[in-house]
Every structure is written in C-alpha cells, then in structure tokens.
C-alpha cells in the first residue's frame, strides 16, 4: 500500500478528527439522553408538505430537478430568496446570492477563494467550532475576541485589531454568530451591531456573518439584520434550509457582493459543480408557496416548549453555583459550572448517568471555557428533557462537592 | 467595499472560468443544437420510479432521510455499495467507502489530502477538465501522457515517470479515465491496465481511477476494473449515480484504503458535513430493491441508439479528412479535423448555423489538440443529431476549404 502519512498534504497533516463528532458517536451506542447535538426535531420536519412539493416537482419538471443545474444555484430558488431578503430589509438581488451545499461549504469556499497559510480570521471566544474547522483546513490562524451576554466585545474588538493592524496581521475578515449564538446563545445588541460595522468599516474589514437561527425567535424584540443597516457592502451573511425546513436536503444559501460571488462561482466549480437541484427546488417550491411562514410557526411553538421545559428544569434541579442564560431563540443554552469545575472530567460520569453535553471548550481556539457546556434542547422530548437535566443536575452537585473536597485537602493522603 | 482583489487567496487569484461553463451559457441562449454539454438525457431519468421510492421513503423514515447524516454518507448505502463493487469483482468493505457530493467533491477532497502548492500530477492528454480544475484549485501542477486509441501511452509513462523521479518530483498521484474517456472516447486494454498497474507500483504511486461510464457499454467485451487487478491498495475509485440514476441528487462514491478514506472523512467534515442524505436513501433504494439493473437497460438502448445515429450521420455527412473513434460505450465521439483546421477558430461559425461542440483544446494542460472536438450524443435527440451532424459538416467542409486556400496562397492580396 501507499504510505499515506508520506504523501499527504501539509493541511492535511494538521487535521483533526472533530470532538463532537466522536462524542456524538461514543453517545448513540447506548440510551443516552444527549444535549451534545445540534439536530433539529425531526417533529419539526413538514414531511407532508415535502411529500407534495416533491411530488410535484417530479410530475411537472422532472427533467429539471433531476438534472445538472448552474453553480450559482437554481435561478427560481436564487430570485425567491433575494425577494425574502429584500422582505427583511436587505438590498440584494439574486445575483449577490449562491447556493451552497450546507453554510458549512460556504464556509469552505469562502476559505478557498480568501485564505492563504498563515492568514488570520477573527473570532468570537468561544465560536461554532465548524467554522474554524473549515478555516484550520486552508490554514488559517485563528484570533479571538471574547463574548459576552450580548455578544462579541467591542472594546476588546477595536483593541485587538489595533494590535493586529501596527503588526500588519490585519484579519481577512471577522467571522460571527450574531443571533443566538452556536455555542453561547449569545445575541448582539443592535447598538453593537452598529459598532460592529463602524469597526469593520475603520480597518477595512470584512465581516461574515453566520446566521442559522435568525428565524428561530420565541420571545423579545427582533434585532435588525447587519445586512440590512451595512452602507459599504461589507457584510457576507450565511444562512440555511437546515433549521427551517430540514437538514436533509443540505441546501443553504450565502448573500454577499456579486465581485465575491463571482470567484465563489469558479472555486464551486472546481469543488462539486453544483449544489443538488433536486433539494433546490424543494426549497424553491417550499419558499414560493408560502408553506415556510405557516411551518416556522409550529417549529418555533415546538422548540419553545422544549426551551422552557429546560429552563424550568435547570431552576428546579441545577445547584445555585451553576449559572445559564435564557437565550430568546435558536437552539442552545450555555451553563457556566464554577470555576473548579472540569466538564470535560465531568463528561463521562455523565454518560455513567446517561445523559450527555458538550464540554464548553470545545468551542474555545485558545484556552478557556473548561467549567461550561453547551445544552441542545430541540432534539430530546420534553419529558427527556426533564430526567436529563435531573441526571445531569446529581453529577454536577457530585462534581462540585468533589471538588469542593479537592481544594480543602490539596495535598491528598 | 472591500477591495477583494486585495485579500483573494493566491489559489484564488489564479482561479478562471471554466470555458465549457461558458460556452455551454452562450449556446443556451438560441436554439442551438448542442454536443457540447456532458449532460444524460431527461428521458433516462426513471421519473417514477424516484417518485416510489421517495414516497416509500418518507413514509417509512422521513426523520432518517431529512435529517443530517454522518460524514462518511449513510451506512445503507455504503453496504449496498460495496456489496455491488464485490459482485464486480472488487475486493471491498462499507469502511472502503466514502459518499461525495458529486464525483466532483471526490477530486476536491483528494486535492485536500494531498496537494501541497506546486505538487505534480500525472493526467491524460487530453484529460477531463473538471479533474484539472480541482487539482488546479489546490495549485497542483499538471504533467501529461499521451492518450491513445487504447488509452494513456504506458511507454511515456514509464519514461516520464523515469524522468519525474531522477528530479524528485514524482506526482502525488497518476488520474485517469480508463473507461471511454471523457473526453477521447478511449478504452484501455486488459493488458494496458496491467502494465499500468506495474508502473505505478514501481514507481510506488497512487492511481485515482474516474469511472462515470463503466456502466454504460453498449457493445463490445467488458474490461477488467483496475481495482479487481489491483494487489497493492493502490487504486482509488471514483463512481457517480449521475449517469446511471440522474445529476440532481449529486450522489457519488469514492473506494479506497481506509487510511485515505479516513482523512477524507476529516476533510468531508470542514467542506460540507455530510452528502445530502435525502439523495442518498434514494440512491439505497435504487440498488436495493434493484431499480438500477432494469433501469440501466433502458439507459443502455436509449444512448445506443443516439450514438449509432451520430456515427451514422458522421458518416454519411463528414468530409473524408476528418477522422473519428467508435466508441463502444460512453457519451461522447472524438474527431480529428485535419492538422490546418482550428476547432477553437471554427467554432462561432459552427453556432451561426447552430450546433456546438467542445473545441477540443479545452482538455489539453498543454499546447495541442487546435484540430480536435468533443462530441456529445446523450443529450439531443435522433432528430437533432442528424440535423445537427449535417449543419456540422457543412462547417467542417468550408472551414477545410478555407484552410487550404490559405496554404496554397500563404501571402494573401
């Protein structure tokens, strides 16, 4: 055979197996309550609705949906979604728009067409762990800026690139989670998103923004986009049929200026022609009969219920030294365990207790978050919910009375 | 705005447009009859057999077919996979196996395991553009052996690989298309595939092995798959349900040493997550309740029928300097204009009488093949090939004529 390890690339070399997918696998073997994904419900997947869109589709275009389509995208699916972004007050046409084949490969593509080794991207601490994976593949470097409650830290930001601009390290952009953020759940204020702009806009900066979960709000006040309130053209916004319509079909789409797109284009080109129009013009149909405002509304009732179960659970069951927050949409809460506190040592005594997280650094480039996890609540039943929080509450009290102990006594007999 | 010829990549400053990418958007604009797309006919799509197969399907696992999947694509798949590659012969397991976005995702993700900047590759001349263009987007740098009526000389391989060792530049690895080649039409022999084999363990390469059309032979005796020959895990495979299902669902497989497949499962993570699954159960289905062979047959008749239309027209309607292969299978004919004709130069006239081709220097790393063209018989109909060889030939004829005046007269009044 080949010696591989002699032929890889450098890139390669460097990847890693990611911790969540091996978690997510160590937990599907037995009957573990796991808050460790990210999966939506699949009671919240309109199987009826698809059923009939596809059904359709294949009688009255067949040989459109099962054939090769353009690299941009389907031109019906691209003008809708232009029309629903202008709905929301961004000025953009389909041109400015391209499928891709999950936010996860626009993120791909948008390392392809952006960055050499060596280059830095800006983002938040902690930050969606997909994405810097997808950086780390073209070898980018990662800088952090922390976030807070309501998102990323401008003084923090401004400083940092200060010091990044007088090394000449200036970022090639700043990656960020605005609205509910994947891990934190963290949103920004609109007042910091105007900041946001007025920094990038300082240093000249381009800003991605990922945006999963803008839809999934179930309490509070809208913010506005920062699409939406960008004079200079200088926002890439990320979004995707994965959480509103399902993950199944691997269709997301991402807005930015057309002289970005273009070179998008070509790089999709080279990586896998196009996006699967069978699963674009499933969305095409699902946005254009105006199935998806009827179906968001019984996928934001189903998740708020299980939001609030988790809450309610958490302020019955969890030990008054732990700290959440009570993000108002998306999928996750994060919990703050104290500081002595290691959830990744935490981890298997919880699976031993059947139930399951994702330990919070993970989510951190650098060093950090090793007290905090993250809890999906929109895959479990409520009633899943509840006997998991309550496993999970008895190994947290074990663990903070361990190590309570620890600390008392640290030399150990 | 950004300046983003300022911050695009290197890779990314030497991306261009694919040229058939846009002479395909020229001749869409009239009604031109085109042999220039690699596209299969709608009629051999099995509109309703999808439509069972995906109703069955989301009665009986909606949750399953539109949630996310693992990386690697969807264990039923990948065993009905492997179960098919053994019954032809190929010694393999599901963990062999990795489902891509298309083969063109295969080529991207290989590029991502093994090209460092300026690596070589060794590729056919001519060689599928679409495989250039991965390498290409990965900055590989391409070396050429000639293809042959039989398929890549072996003697210049073995000379040319002789000459890339004493440099110290062997390539990362050999690419071909061993089974009617797109674009040459070209089979090689049994005894070619031997050799080639031989070579590449001589020299201890990796072979990559693009096989669309393996499936699609309409006459002739079946060639031995490299990877049954292949002793040494040598061979990676690539195959595509686009040719014997249809495009729309961007399903493909990629076979090869679990070491290479497990890297490529890394990359797979960061690029895109996982291959749509909704594709997938239909691809699943499609084997496992035996579609496919049945369907094949239809397939099988119907691109017959094309191709002897097409080389019948050739015959009765081409001018007797040009010369052509008969391919056994595939979708496309190679043809040879004499050496003064410019296929490149002929080729606006060829759309004002409105058929197209493929100027066959498009699939040349190099200088060469100015008098060649790519022709394809899958897409039109028996109607449209005959009207269009016809229009064709009329064009070959006065550009040959043209040709020969300027010989004959080199300084013109």
């Given amino acids: 055979m080949v010696d591989f390890e002699q032929i890889f690339s450098e890139r390669a070399s460097k990847m890693e197996r990611s911790e969540i997918r091996e978690i997510l696998k160590l937990i599907q073997q037995g009957d573990v309550i796991s808050f460790a994904g990210g999966l939506p419900n699949p009671e919240a997947f309109p199987i009826e609705a698809t059923k009939?869109?596809?059904?359709?589709?294949?009688?009255?275009?067949?040989?459109?949906?099962?054939?090769y389509g353009s690299t941009e995208g389907v031109n019906p699916l691209r003008k809708e979604l232009a029309k629903l972004m202008r709905d929301r007050g961004m000025d953009v046409d389909h041109e400015n728009i391209l499928i891709t084949h999950g936010s996860q490969q626009a993120l791909d593509l948008l390392s392809k067409v952006?960055?050499?080794?060596?280059?830095?991207?800006?983002?938040?601490?902690p930050t969606y762990l997909g994405a810097t994976g997808a950086f780390k593949a073209f070898e980018g470097e990662m800088e952090t800026v922390e976030v807070r409650e309501d998102g990323m830290d401008m003084d923090?930001?401004?400083?940092?690139?200060?010091?990044?601009?007088?090394?000449?390290?200036l970022p090639k952009f700043i990656y960020v989670v605005l609205t509910f953020q994947n891990p934190s759940g963290a949103t920004m204020t609109a007042e910091k998103r105007e900041r946001l702009l007025d920094i990038a806009s300082k240093y000249d900066i381009l800003i991605v923004e990922d945006s999963p979960y803008?839809?999934?709000?179930?309490?509070?006040?809208?913010m506005p986009h920062l699409m939406s309130m960008d004079t200079e053209e200088r926002v890439v916004r990320l979004e995707t049929f994965s959480k509103i319509l399902a993950p199944g079909f691997r269709i997301a789409w991402m807005t930015g200026p057309e002289e970005l797109i273009e070179k998008m284009v070509i790089a999709k080109q080279a990586t896998d022609l196009c996006t699967n129009p069978f699963?674009?013009?499933?969305?095409?149909?699902?946005?254009?009969?105006g199935i998806m405002d009827e179906h968001l509304e019984n996928i934001k009732e189903l998740y708020n219920k299980k939001r609030l179960t988790m809450l309610d659970s958490m302020e019955e069951h969890f030990p008054d030294e732990v700290e959440w927050n009570r993000p108002e949409g998306g999928m996750f809460i994060w919990a703050e365990l104290p500081k002595h506190v290691d959830t990744r040592e935490m981890f298997e005594k919880a699976v031993d207790e059947k139930v399951a997280y994702v330990v919070g650094d993970a989510f951190y480039v650098d060093d950090g978050g090793n007290n905090t996890m993250r809890l999906n609540y929109t895959h479990s039943s409520e009633e899943e919910i509840k006997r998991g929080i309550k496993a999970l509450s008895?190994?947290?009290?074990?663990e903070i009375e361990m190590a309570e102990k620890k600390e008392e006594s640290p030399i150990a007999p």
């Fill in 214 to 222: 803008s839809h999934l709000r179930y309490e509070g006040e809208k």
């Fill in 52 to 67: 009939k869109i596809i059904n359709e589709n294949l009688d009255e275009m067949g040989e459109k949906v099962l054939q």
């Fill in 394 to 398: 008895k190994v947290i009290k074990e």
């Fill in 279 to 289: 699963g674009q013009y499933v969305a095409y149909k699902y946005l254009s009969e």
């Fill in 156 to 169: 923090l930001l401004d400083r940092k690139l200060r010091q990044m601009k007088v090394k000449g390290e």
């Fill in 114 to 125: 952006l960055l050499n080794p060596g280059d830095k991207i800006l983002v938040g601490s």
